[in-house]
């Protein structure tokens, strides 16, 4: 687990208030104004991101099982598939990434990069194999893969809410 | 010697040589600007003694970058699109020559005039009452850029495209190299979007040159009107819709609203005579989203990778959540 273990998120959030308020208003040097700004924004950034993120990687990494999976039961299911090759070196792909991807010792971190690499290996796959699967068939797949991406996207969204962008 | 004092250095002897006549020359003043993704400029003045008495010309240089998201770069086709341009009478700075020899320097560059302005996205919000006539030229300068007959201009570096879905296949290939390249981790979500591109590329209906960049981060303004349009690095020879599509991405992920999507689509057919195919605009304005978090992505993964790890580059972060956002509600999810 990636779980914290003390108040990570209180403690950066009061680096970047101090930044702000304490420190900011009291600066002439522009250089300087706009490095103590952006290091806020810096502090802000990783204050949103570490507390949530095993939770998160856990539900990413379900969702992602789940998609991948379902690709594969799919795939498995086509007799037209079982005499192709590109089909079967996708099935073996996914279904051996998806066994590692949680092999003992691994982070829940790595194991959401794996699940990761496996579910661009499907969008490929799918891709090459699209004049083999029905439309059907390739539009469903899509339509779960894209509810996994975008789980992820949320998270990362969320993550980042509010942080101002400085330019 | 630190690195400015260095290339300054190195670019007063290469003056010298360069210009014998001009006795006395010397650099002064000699700064790198802050910023970009990937071209580094460098303000410079130089001074010296003619009959009349002492001279003194401010110059900017365009470098390749030492790493950058994009490579292998090239500086030849932001050369010929920028004098095209140029002579074209179009806002653009002059460039004064292209320096290929990398030992002067450590890179190819060329040096231009320096043109006095404001950056367009800090103008147009604050200057309310020229807002219609800034977007006016905006929307003009693209069209007449696109307008510019090209043919017999004998670009070496800018390649015309082969067919005319060769510019959309050209790009998506850049963009998936660099993607693959710059990614820190595997990308499902642009990796689905290029994807998509792939298997959707419209017809091209014209030929132009286009920026590649086109966005109110790269006009400066003064008294109200635009002066320069720079940062031709992404200039080729393509579809004049994919300017529009990097325009209107822009203004959405920029969150500046300057216009939207159907106005500034209106206003450029008005001032081109070209209609706008709505899958065309569709396709380009994903592909621009792509290419900009290919390149914060890049950004990113150069600033992890570089020693000198600036904190402006975390806001690539937030930046690159936004694209991605933008990437998946085009595609509708």
């Known amino acids: 687990m990636s779980e914290p273990c003390f108040p990570v998120k209180p403690i950066l959030e009061k680096c970047a208030e101090f930044l702000e308020q304490a420190l900011l208003p009291g600066l002439n040097e522009p250089l300087l104004i706009q490095k103590t700004y952006l290091t806020s924004v810096a502090l802000h950034i990783l204050a949103n991101t570490v507390e949530e993120k095993g939770r998160d990687l856990i539900d990413e990494n379900n969702g992602m099982r789940e998609v991948l999976g379902r690709v594969l039961e799919e795939l498995r299911r086509k007799d037209t598939l079982s005499r192709c090759q590109a089909g079967n070196e996708l099935v073996e792909k996914l279904d051996r990434t998806i066994k590692e991807a949680g092999a003992l010792g691994a982070s829940l971190s790595e194991e959401n990069t794996r699940l990761k690499g496996a579910l661009v290996d499907a969008i490929k796959g799918l891709d090459a194999l699209s004049s083999t699967l029905p439309l059907e068939t390739m539009s469903a797949l899509r339509r779960q893969i894209r509810t996994a991406i975008r789980l992820q996207l949320d998270h990362g969204l969320a993550h980042l809410e509010g942080v101002p962008v400085a330019f | ?333």
Not at chain 2, 116 to 125: A, C, L, N
């Open chain 2, 1 to 333: 010697m630190t690195e400015i004092a260095y290339l300054k250095e190195r670019l007063e002897s290469y003056l010298r040589a360069r210009f014998p006549q001009r006795k006395q020359l010397a650099v002064a003043e000699f700064n790198r600007v802050a910023g970009g993704y990937s071209s580094m400029t460098y303000f410079f003045t130089a001074s010296w003694q003619e009959s009349q008495g002492p001279v003194s010309q401010t110059l900017v240089i365009r470098m390749l970058p030492e790493m950058g998201p994009v490579p292998p770069y090239d500086i030849r086709p932001q050369y010929e699109a920028m004098t095209a341009v140029y002579r074209s009478g179009l806002p653009v700075p002059k460039i004064h020559w292209l320096e290929m020899d990398s030992s002067v320097l450590g890179h190819h560059f060329f040096v231009m005039d320096k043109v006095d302005g404001e950056m367009m996205m800090f103008v147009y919000p604050r200057e309310t009452q020229f807002q219609a006539q800034l977007k006016q030229e905006y929307i003009d300068y693209l069209a007449k850029i696109h307008a510019l007959d090209w043919r017999p201009l004998s670009f070496s570096a800018l390649q015309p495209p082969q067919s005319n879905r060769h510019h959309a296949e050209r790009e998506i290939e850049r963009w998936q190299w660099a993607m693959e390249r710059n990614q820190y981790g595997p990308q499902p979500l642009l990796t689905e979007a290029l994807v998509w591109l792939k298997n959707n590329i419209p017809p091209a209906e014209r030929t132009s040159l286009c920026h590649g960049d086109y966005t109110a981060a790269n006009m400066f303004c003064h008294d109200d009107h635009i002066v320069a349009i720079f940062d031709w690095e992404l200039a080729s020879l393509g579809d004049p819709i994919s300017d529009l599509g990097f325009a209107c991405m822009m203004n959405d992920t920029m969150r500046w609203g300057f216009w939207d999507d159907k106005e500034f689509i209106r206003a450029y057919e008005k001032a081109s005579g070209v209609k706008v195919s709505e899958e065309s605009f569709f396709f380009w304005k994903l592909l621009s989203y792509v290419k900009l978090a290919v390149a914060e992505l890049g950004a990113i993964r150069t600033a992890l990778e570089s020693d000198k790890l600036e904190v402006h580059q975390f806001t690539h972060l937030v930046l690159s959540r936004r694209i991605f956002k933008g990437v998946a509600e085009m595609l509708g999810f």
